[in-house]
């Protein structure tokens, strides 16, 4: 099977702007999580969705946002970019049973 | 909510040498716990996983021990070689309803020729 493929790879934005990452999970995952990576914080969790549907949001403020749609794909928006929103951003697809594959990531410069 | 702590942040051995990274949780509710190994410019990759139901796992050169009483987890590595140097993280998936991994801060793994 295909693994988990995030589109883009690469991407520089300037402060103030909004920007779409989108996620291809395995084919038949239905569970979408979203993290962000920083040298300084690891790995934070920012959603999951599973059908749809949110099932958990991470403390983020509400310029992250995200959806899923009927082909489980999913993307995540961030609006009103700010400097410290520069990070690498993965997402994990999961068949539900908790074990999490991951793509490889959007990198997101803000400037 | 879940908190993770990963220790030691850094370790360098030897080839051939065993490594040991040890991680803790708070919440007693949480009943999955895997790791990842990320090496540089890469994704995460799932290296072994362990339930609360089990008490240790093993896949060929590396292992996993879980206490559920002392809610601490840790992963082993033997007989180590180059290609395991990488970043490893462990995770704790919280009990029902909260359907999130949260993740320890990372061990960065040197192994020395």
């Known amino acids: 099977k295909a693994g988990v493929t995030q589109t883009p790879r690469y991407l520089i934005k300037t402060r103030g702007q909004q920007v779409t990452l989108s996620c291809s999970p395995i084919s038949g995952h239905r569970s979408v999580s979203w993290y962000q990576q920083t040298p300084g914080q690891g790995l934070q969790f920012l959603f999951e969705?599973?059908?749809?549907?949110?099932?958990n949001k991470g403390n983020f403020p509400g310029r992250f946002s995200g959806r899923q749609f009927s082909n489980s794909r999913s993307e995540m928006n961030v609006s009103t970019l700010e400097l410290g929103d520069s990070a690498l951003y993965l997402c994990a697809s999961s068949l539900g049973t908790r074990a999490q594959y991951f793509g490889p990531g959007t990198r997101l410069t803000v400037t | 909510g879940e908190n993770v702590e990963q220790h030691p942040s850094t370790l360098s051995v030897q080839e051939g040498d065993s490594a040991v990274i040890k991680c803790t949780y708070s919440?007693?509710?949480?009943?999955?716990f895997p790791w990842y190994k990320q090496e540089l410019g890469k994704r995460p990759q799932l290296i072994i996983d362990?339930?609360?139901?089990?008490g240790e796992k093993k896949d060929q050169r590396i292992a996993v021990t879980l206490n559920k009483t002392a809610k601490h987890f840790s992963l082993h590595i033997t007989e180590t070689q180059p290609e395991d140097s990488a970043v490893y993280f462990c995770?704790?998936?919280?009990?029902?309803?909260?359907?999130?991994?949260?993740f320890g801060k990372g061990t960065k793994l040197s192994v020395i020729p």
């Open positions: 362990i339930r609360s139901n089990v």
């Open positions: 919440d007693s509710a949480s009943n999955y």
């Open positions: 995770a704790a998936y919280s009990g029902a309803g909260s359907y999130q991994l949260t």
């Open positions: 969705y599973f059908s749809e549907t949110q099932r």
